[in-house]
């Protein structure tokens, strides 16, 4: 059984302040699971992770993982910029960007970031710009299939992300001849990965590089980037990440391969988005139509622009229907929005308990990748957030969008 980590009074209580849809967040459980991360990592003295902006680009909630040590992982201009403004700069910024506008590498040099070449011949593009700055990333593409016990989990050959192996040489070369003194691996190969396997088997395959790569170049590798990718379990009867055996995983790997090469020394940084804020975030919505065709419906007031992944990947999102918790799943139900597009359904012949208009539903994981995707279509606007504060309280951190704000940028004569 999923739990939702708001009661229904509680949502009665934001009822008399704030309509539905909105997103809301759980300070709580993001701080204990960011305190859970370094927990798993505290064996490595340089770790730090650097959450992925792109996820959940909302300014309190960068501020809260900030305060409990995260920098932030962003990946264009405005992005930076809103690091900037939550005070949030120099190295505790990682800009893993790709087909990077040349203003973006400016703003991300002027704030003093880490930056992490996607390709060999950003190299030249950033020289020619900006310079070379003394701490630099490369990001590897080792191609091929990306296996965990003869599982395949991704296909880096088909991604348009990182160097080769030989690149990685040459640039690494190329940026030492530039000045660089310090350098970093970065590579991102499976996502949404439900396995305590996966960061170890990554960790093995970018600790022999940095160990080959130090031995072609003479480089001085100061980190390796984990980046992004551990999953959480969206359905009720995926099991959880185990944080813990993570970290203790990359630790062995850590010291079978990189202690005894002499570099016990290199800083393990990570790019989470999804693990950080996933489960802390849910969409709440209320059921204002129901409809009975070839097939039951319920009509919400939320609709694929507040949560794109149903519609985009086909995703699943548990739902619950608030109060009726304990009722048996004896309907059948397609839960859907009000976009003019038939894809637009959070939900497809799910058994539920039986909806009436204005229970309140709660669409559960989407503190990641959620709101962050919404768009405009059919002149939709987006939703506010809200955060569930550690008291108990709840206090507004992005308001809805209005009309206005949706005619803003049209030009009427
Ligand atoms: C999207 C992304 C992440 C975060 O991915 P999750 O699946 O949310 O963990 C990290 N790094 C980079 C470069 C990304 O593009």
Redesign the pocket.
Known sequence: MKKTFVTLEKLKEIAEHYPTPYHLYDEKGIRENARRLKQAFSWNPGFKEYF?V??TPTPAILKILHEEGCGT?C?SLTELMMSERCGITGEEIMF?SNATPPEEFLKARELGAIINLDDYTHVEFLNKLCGIPKKICCRFNPGGYFTISNQIMDNPSEQKYGMTKEQMIQAYRRLMELGAEEFGIHA?LA??TLSNEYYPKLASQLFELAVELRRETGANITFINL????GIPYKPEQPENDIMAIGEGVRKAYESILTPAGMGHVAIFT?????MLGPYGCLVARAIHEKHIYKEYIGLDACAVNLMRPAMYGAYHHITVMGKEDQRPDHVYDITGSLCENNDKFAIDRPLPKIDIGDFIVIHDTG??GFSMGYNYNGKLRSAELLLQEDGSVRLIRRAETPEDYFATVIFD
Not at 227 to 230: A, H, L, T, V
Not at 271 to 275: D, K, N, P, Y
């Open positions: 992925a792109k996820a992982d990946s893993s991102f996502s949404n980046s992004g990718g551990i790019e989470l988005g999804r693990f990641a990748h």
